[in-house]
């Protein structure tokens, strides 16, 4: 496939959960010097922060982001600032602000330079009157949550973008990720990635949704890589741009505390559903990602199985 140019990229929310594992694949693939991590109020992890240029800012101060743009010479921007969907019901205002405010700000500062860009979105479009199995990739998006709010907004204002000024923005609705490299917060998946903290750290975990929830999963390897395929793939191949099915595997909380159960037979997994339950509730259980399987070559690597042996071996190491 052949790769479109992409010489200075600038990473917002480098901090996250996925913005460190991009940040780190993207200067592997492209050179340290050319990738910039930007974040915000978050500490950026040790690794990022020497392994090339970092700067602190905002996403909702146009200026100060447009700085940065101009000083580092930006081509691509890989947008991942956001607030998730359990702050987001915490601080609506601030939800809507960093996920809409900032996205329009970073579009237009692409429109005025002619960048290229990644915004993601979610399972979070999802709401009440979506099909839970196989949801398609045209359906009805009616979330619940002010982070799927902003997210159908942020599709819609991405292609708007495309559409009227020719700004090459491309986004996929992210399902719950995995990763062992940094712990997540603020998201309503976050529990998958907890419980094998958990199991490593204490042997036991509380989960704080039913053990009947299903809800779509990606490992963190498969996510980062089908970012980049889309990134790399022909403009003209593209029917869509902003609001991409993508799936991994689908699991209940049961079937993922029993994988665990079976490779640590001491571990111990309770259910005590929390508000971030009615969150779950909304979204799917599956998802048809054909749309791009068909327009950019998708297709995942990992399963339940393969994920929890790399998790674990993973996390044994880090967590000592």
Known sequence: MLTLEQKNILVTGAAGQIGTDLTTTLREKFGNQNVVAMGHKTPMPKDIAEGGPCVMSDVTDIEGYRKIVVDYQIDT?????????????SKPQLCYDVNLNGLYNVLEVAKDNGQRLFCPSSIAVFGHGTPLENTPQETVLKPTTMYGVTKVAGELLCDYYFHKYGVDVRGIRYPGLISWKTRPTGGTTDYAVEIYYE??????YECFVRADTKLPMMYMPDAIKGTLDLMDAPLENLKHHSDFNF???SFSAQELADCIATRMPDFECTFNPDSRQAIADSWPDSIDDSAASKEW????SYDLEKMSDDMLENLKRKLG
């Open 199 to 204: 199991a490593v750290l204490n042997n036991k």
């Open 77 to 89: 921007v890989y947008h991942l600032a956001a607030i998730l969907s359990a702050t987001g019901e």
């Open 247 to 249: 799936a991994g595997m």
């Open 297 to 300: 070559g998708w297709k995942p």
